[in-house]
């Protein structure tokens, strides 16, 4: 997959509230998982999309349980190198967030395509707690060898996401 122009006026128009979409996460060029998204918004460059938990039951990452009922705002960027997805439980109470070190979304009709690039970040609803994930996984992937460039910007992004979740939290970023 291929990263979009970051110029604002090559962007493709936005989806319209409602509108149902397919999230397809990418992760060594085959498809991890594909699910059912409704778009909240998307303003050309940033695109919501709330979805309830897609992988079958419980995910217990020691810190935080993903569940059947938990619910997931994500927000895309078509023009940044992350996606951050606001957890849930299906009674409202916020979790926390889960950020996923990406390549800038692409939406192709209704199919918003996004290639995972290992790295991920975790922030408590309180803030407390800020965790940075997979980085050995990142290591072991060979983006570095492969293609330098993106894995520069891999690493950049999840720096920024930290200092932004350490300092003003990422409510100025999603808001």
């Known amino acids: 997959m291929s990263a979009p122009s970051s110029d604002p ?10 509108r149902p979409l397919t999230v397809a996460l990418v992760k060594a060029d085959r498809t991890k998982i ?15 999309v709330r979805a309830p938990w897609a992988a079958p039951g419980v995910r217990d990452f ?10 997931f705002t994500e927000h895309y960027w078509r023009d940044r190198w992350f996606a951050v997805k606001e957890v849930r439980t299906g009674g409202g109470a916020l979790k926390g967030w889960y950020c996923d070190v990406t390549r800038p979304a692409v939406l192709e009709g209704s ?7 290992d790295l991920d970040l975790w922030v408590s609803a309180d803030g407390s707690s800020v965790l940075r994930l997979d980085e050995d996984e990142f290591a072991e992937s060979g983006l570095a ?3 330098p460039e993106a894995a520069g910007a891999a690493v950049r992004a999840l720096d920024e996401l930290e200092r ?12």
Request: charged share 30%; net charge negative.
């Open 164 to 175: 932004l979740a350490r300092s003003e939290g990422l409510a100025g970023l999603l808001g």
């Open 34 to 48: 594909r699910y059912p998204a409704e778009t909240v918004r998307d303003d050309g460059s940033r695109i919501t």
């Open 9 to 18: 006026g090559s962007l493709l128009p936005a989806a319209p509230a409602g």
């Open 62 to 71: 020691g810190f935080v349980r993903f569940e059947p009922g938990d619910v």
């Open 111 to 117: 199919e918003l395509l996004v290639e995972d690039l």
């Open 145 to 147: 060898d492969r293609d």
